[in-house]
Nanobody
Framework: QVQLVESGGGLVQPGGSLRLSCVVS????????MGWYRQAPGKQRELVAS???????NYADSLKGRFTISRDNAKNTVYLQMNSLKPEDTAKYYC???????????WGPGTQVTVSS
């Protein structure tokens, strides 16, 4: 069974930085894509960034240049470096993985990020 656990969220002032981590457990076979999503109250969940097992990355256009996704396969961990944070970045951030061959989808419980002065 695949499980994901996020960490690193918290309260930060505008302009500050945070690094989120997501540790995945369980056996993953074949091609996979891990991603960070976020959801603010009253809003739909949206993709922040993703990274494939081949290290192809994808970002929301509005976040390019501020957020960086990376993965450390030896530690079974994916990271999201968040810089120049703005109040509009306030949301609960979720880690996700989809895996071949059936493209099963797994989610972590989320970690809260609040950007406020």
């Amino acid at each position: 069974q695949v499980q994901l656990v996020e960490s690193g969220g918290g309260l930060v002032q505008p302009g500050g930085s945070l690094r989120l981590s997501c540790v995945v457990s369980g056996n993953i076979f074949g091609v996979n894509v891990m991603g960070w999503y976020r959801q603010a109250p009253g809003k739909q969940r949206e993709l922040v960034a993703s990274i494939s097992s081949g290290d192809t990355t994808n970002y929301a256009d509005s976040l390019k240049g501020r957020f960086t996704i990376s993965r450390d396969n030896a530690k079974n961990t994916v990271y999201l470096q968040m810089n120049s944070l703005k109040p509009e970045d306030t949301a609960k951030y979720y880690c996700n993985i989809i895996t071949a061959p059936y493209w099963h989808d797994y989610w972590g419980p989320g970690t809260q990020v609040t950007v406020s002065s």
